[in-house]
């Protein structure tokens, strides 16, 4: 064979194994390098953190402040970069940042040895938190949960819980808001608002934090679970007498119970003040009117808003799709014509509220339609007429 033939014939064969090993590489193709398990935890009588980065160096004191240590050993082998600055910035950090240390340690000690060709650290932790309080945070991994846990709280009367989470959405604004619609919405579960300081460990911004409730009660627990039983079984009552009636009728009732209830228009803020004690405001009278409406399966919310330039509050309802405003405040010692039923245009020139925070209320039924239903029921002799509804003792 030829010199020039043979070169070709080699050059062609490159290129072929060239090819071939493309479609291999291709079809599978791994870049591996070495992989270094941070703050690697050794030793059997005399455990110790074998570390080689700062990176490891910062999980293994996380790591001890997990565990609520009070002492540990870090060794550094093979270390790149000063032993005695990086452990005096991890401590630091640690104390700042890392969310158990910022809620737990009070302070982190340090020293620094070198012992046949590696550092030893040795650590001393204080903590201002008991081994208790340390292992009583729970986590929570998005805000509902977090809402979750605040509502079971609440519920049941304690008075301090702290959550580790690592949701963004979690803010001081947006729990105590939450705090304040769930008393607003389930004045059967709450006697009266609980009101909460919230803590952020170690910031309301990081991305991980743990947060910490201070919950305190106008009532003691007791006070309220007795409360309860004797609000509760009055809304449930009531709601069994109006079962067989429409919506529109349930909520008429509902309305005209709380005016009823109502003896002197005082300072009572809550459910059990108009429908246990007889004296309540007009905050007092939306609470109760919610509770009836809970209890009837209506739609409803309270409003905070203003009447005629004062403080006042009253309720939106929602009837087969359609909202309404509701004042049971306004109906006490006069008709329910008062305050019963009404659209925006309709309360406008006297009522004041954030037309952002609630639905626009347009629905075309009146006050004057529901009592046709309410009549065309009694002419039908039907047993559960507008006189059926028990009245409280």
Known sequence: MSKPRLIILIALLCLVLTAGCSRFYDGEYRNITKHEEPGTLVGDAEQYYEVHTYVGMKNAVQSLITAGAESG??????????????????????????????????????????????????????????AEEMSSVRSAATLTDVFSMIENAVESGQSLITIQTSSLSVKEQVLLNYLHNFYRSHPDLLTSEPKAVITFYPSEDAISKIVEFAFSYREK?????????????????????????????????????????????????????????????????????????????????????????????????NIEGDYYHVDASACVGNTLTDGFLFSDNQVIPKYWWDVDKYPACDGPMTIQQVMEIILARERTGDENGPDAPVEPD
């Not at 409360?227 to 008429?252: D, I, N, T």
Request: charged share 25%; proline share 3%; aromatic share 10%.
């Open 221 to 317: 627990r007791e006070q309220a679970v007795e409360r309860l039983e004797l609000l509760v079984p009055v809304a449930e009552e009531q709601a069994a007498a109006y079962e067989s009636m429409s919506p529109q009728e349930k909520a008429f009732y509902c309305c005209r119970f709380v005016a009823e209830s109502i003896q002197n228009t005082g300072r009572g803020s809550t459910a059990y003040d108009a429908l246990i004690l007889g004296n309540a405001d007009s905050e007092g009278c939306a609470m109760a009117y919610q509770l009836l409406c809970n209890q009837c399966g209506i739609d409803c919310r309270v409003v905070e808003g203003r009447m005629e330039g004062s403080v006042h509050y009253w309720n939106i309802i």
């Open 73 to 130: 050993t870090i060794r550094a082998n093979d270390y790149p970069s000063s032993v005695q600055d990086d452990i005096a910035r991890v401590c630091l950090d640690a104390t700042r940042d890392y969310p158990m240390g910022a809620y737990a340690v009070e302070y982190i000690s340090h020293s620094v040895s070198r012992i046949l060709g590696y550092d030893e650290v040795n650590l001393r932790i204080s903590y201002r938190r008991s």
